[in-house]
């Protein structure tokens, strides 16, 4: 089975300044899905940005990047120029290309900016 | 609608009351899925529907745990007899039937149990 680890509970950041949020992954799987979600006190889980495992290039959308090393099997979440906005719970994700698409999640980081 | 509705937001229940817990999802997305999130925790996976047909519900905690969607759309997630273990917030999420796109998550409902 699948699993997903997130070894930082919580994690801060000078507003302005750059932050990396850190995933590793267990799969026998070749192909897969990889997520970063953002989950504000809102509840609601949006997507930051994801990365298929076929592609070597690292995604990555305006301030936030990913470091995918597939042989590590880690995936790391880089957020640039951090915004009071960027506070929330960040949740790293797995999701194998087999079957349906069921999303297997770490137990997340709580990031804080400091003003 | 534009996104994954959810109902209601907040449930309180006391011990041994059935709840019900309603998803709408994206019109047209086939695939939808239902989560449990115990406080400062991930999300876990609790059951799949494609359509109205159940395909995966291995992941309900126990048989007082029930989900449905019979016209392929709305779904209901029942919990029988609830307990405090119960409390947590349930995630809806649907996705089309396209394997590249991902799936659209509710904003939840938070139950709780007294």
């Known amino acids: 089975a699948q699993t997903v680890t997130q070894s930082q509970p919580e994690m801060s950041v000078q507003e302005a300044e750059t932050v990396t949020l850190s995933c590793t992954y267990d799969t026998s799987e070749s192909d897969y899905y990889l997520f970063w979600y953002k989950q504000p006190p809102s509840r609601q889980m949006i997507l930051v940005i994801r990365q298929e495992a076929y592609k070597q290039q690292n995604a990555t959308e305006n301030r936030f990047s990913v470091n995918f090393q597939k042989a590590a099997k880690s995936f790391s979440l880089k957020i640039s120029d951090s915004q009071l906005g960027d506070a929330a719970m960040y949740f790293c994700?797995?999701?194998?290309?087999?079957?349906?698409?069921?999303?297997?999640f770490g137990p997340g980081t709580s990031l804080s900016v400091i003003p | 609608g534009a996104g994954v509705s959810q109902s209601p937001r907040y449930k309180v229940a006391k011990r041994g009351q059935d709840v019900a817990l309603r998803c709408d999802p994206i019109s047209g997305h086939v695939s939808l899925f239902w989560y449990q999130q115990a406080l400062g925790q991930g999300p876990e996976f609790l059951t799949y529907f494609q359509n109205e047909a159940q395909l995966d519900k291995s992941g309900l905690p126990s048989d007082r745990f029930f989900a449905e969607r019979p016209e392929g759309s709305v779904s209901t997630l029942k919990i029988q007899r609830t307990q405090q273990e119960d409390s947590a917030v349930y995630l809806c999420a649907s996705s089309s039937r396209d394997h590249n796109q991902p799936q659209h998550f509710g904003d939840g409902t938070r139950l709780s149990i007294l």
């Open positions: 994700a797995y999701r194998s290309q087999t079957s349906y698409d069921k999303v297997i």
